[in-house]
DNA sequence: ATTCCACCGGAAGGGGCGGGCC
DNA sequence: GGCCCGCCCCTTCCGGTGGAAT
């Protein structure tokens, strides 16, 4: 069909069927067009001001309006020119701690620039996982605003040298907001040594930390020395209720879509489920953007059924990710238990699943691992719910691990399919 | 009561690899 | 850029185990 489009002049005779199928199905799709601006619906492709726009405007309606409060109990000290304490924040992913304190700070800035109190803060982004040195890297990237990463290999005492350095150029306040901050890895004392005692004694500007975390259990992790050094406040993010995820969910469908095509009882139906899970805000807009192309391809409209549908899509989605982000090894372990499953009606012992294995390495060339670590590998897959294993005995006949099926249908048949 | 199956799961040791340091 | 050390993955070894069979 494509090439019939190239062909010049033909394209414009009058009652060229091509053309009128293209119309036609332009007019189906722009009929059942829910989405007016999609970008409100991936957070990663909102522009800057755009996503603060969006902050700002959640913050308008009152929710967070509890945290920020215990953040303004805690760093006001500030504008009366006095250190306040450093505060750990603790909170599940997507509860808005990151986005909230640095609307906070922001706010702060400006309310000291207007008083002539000087302040600043940085931002130092600990997602992904970071040894003490790349800690510090980050760190030092965060103040001293370049892009470029310092090179590995430098001794982490210049690396401190570096930091401070850079901080003496200047005064006042200064605020480092490390966000998940228990995302480093190994010398997680000597980092916060560093930030809790060093830092404060040899850089010019009064400092103080926020520390951002979702496990409530870090802080028995860390030296009580470090603790004690540290004076810190704890701060609770509740998740978010379904009342505040519907005002978020409502705000996303006035940016985004096209208002007359949604209705209510859909934006409360996924709340309700976000809130159920664990009140993640990011989840909740992944599945009203989930639901809206359903419905665009489909119905046209976002009605309650569209929200189901695509709850157990993205369910699937999850566990073929899953599947897809195990190692090679363990992938083959799994199809060996649904090769197994599909040839034995359900059950298996170890050594079935062993023997499949076995098999089915062999016809693809790799080397087959040991029995027992084939057993460990099982005991992995049934943590992640991707096969049912129990440990039974057959008296005489022995004891071995059970196994049955837990995958859905479509996703097992998909994952024989492979190769 | 004893035997015995077929595997479980802890321990120990080896090898490869990547991060930290110079 | 290159070396070294610690960590992780893997294998081998082996004592342990629940209940049907005897």
Not at 47 to 63: H, Y
Not at 81 to 95: E, F, I, K, R
Request: proline content about 4%.
């Amino acid at each position: 069909m494509v090439q019939k489009m190239s062909c010049g002049n033909a394209a414009f005779a009058a009652g060229n069927p091509t053309e009128s199928l293209i119309r036609d199905a332009f007019l189906v799709s722009a009929s059942k067009r829910i989405t007016i601006n999609p970008a409100f619906l991936d957070d990663e492709k909102l522009p800057e001001g755009e996503r603060v726009a969006v902050l700002q405007e959640v913050f308008n309606r009152n929710i967070r309006l509890r945290q920020l409060e215990r953040l303004a109990r805690c760093l006001s000290p500030v504008l009366g020119g006095m250190l306040p304490p450093n505060v750990l924040v603790y909170g599940p992913s997507g509860t808005g701690k990151s986005v909230t304190c640095l609307h906070f700070l922001s706010t702060l800035r400006a309310l000291c620039e207007a008083r002539g109190i000087p302040f600043t803060f940085s931002y130092v982004d600990l997602t992904t996982p970071h040894t003490c040195f790349g800690a510090l890297n980050e760190l030092a990237i965060a103040l001293d605003g370049r892009v470029r990463r310092y090179r590995k290999g430098i001794a982490l005492d210049h690396m401190e040298e570096t930091i401070i350095q850079t901080l003496n150029g200047r005064d006042g306040f200064m605020c480092v907001l490390v966000d998940e901050a228990d995302n480093v890895t190994t010398d997680t004392d000597l980092f916060l040594t560093f930030l809790a005692k060093t830092l404060p004694k040899k850089a010019a500007p009064k400092l103080f930390y926020v520390f951002l975390t979702n496990r409530v259990e870090w802080e028995k992790t860390l030296d009580p020395r470090i603790l004690s050094v540290l004076k810190k406040t704890d701060l609770i993010f509740e998740p978010y209720d379904a009342m505040d995820l519907v005002e978020i969910l409502r705000l996303r469908v006035e940016k985004a879509l096209d208002g007359s095509k949604v209705e209510e009882g859909a934006v409360r139906k996924i709340a309700a489920f976000a809130s159920r899970e664990t009140g993640d805000a990011r989840k909740a807009v992944e599945l009203l953007a989930k639901a809206v192309k359903l419905a665009e391809e489909g119905s046209g409209r976002l009605a309650e059924a569209e929200v189901d549908a695509a709850e157990r899509s993205l369910e699937l989605d999850k566990t073929e990710e899953l599947i897809r982000s195990l190692a090679r090894q363990q992938q083959l372990a799994l199809q060996a238990c649904y090769l197994g499953f599909a040839q034995r009606r359900g059950r298996l012992s170890t050594g079935d699943a062993f023997q499949v294995y076995a098999d089915l390495c062999k016809a693809q060339g790799t080397t087959a691992i040991s029995q027992r670590r084939f057993s460990d590998m099982l005991n992995f897959l049934d943590l992640y719910g991707l096969v049912n294993a129990t440990v039974i005995s057959k008296g005489r006949f022995g004891k071995t691990r059970e196994m049955s099926p837990s995958l859905p249908s479509e996703v097992a048949s998909r994952l024989l399919k492979q190769e």
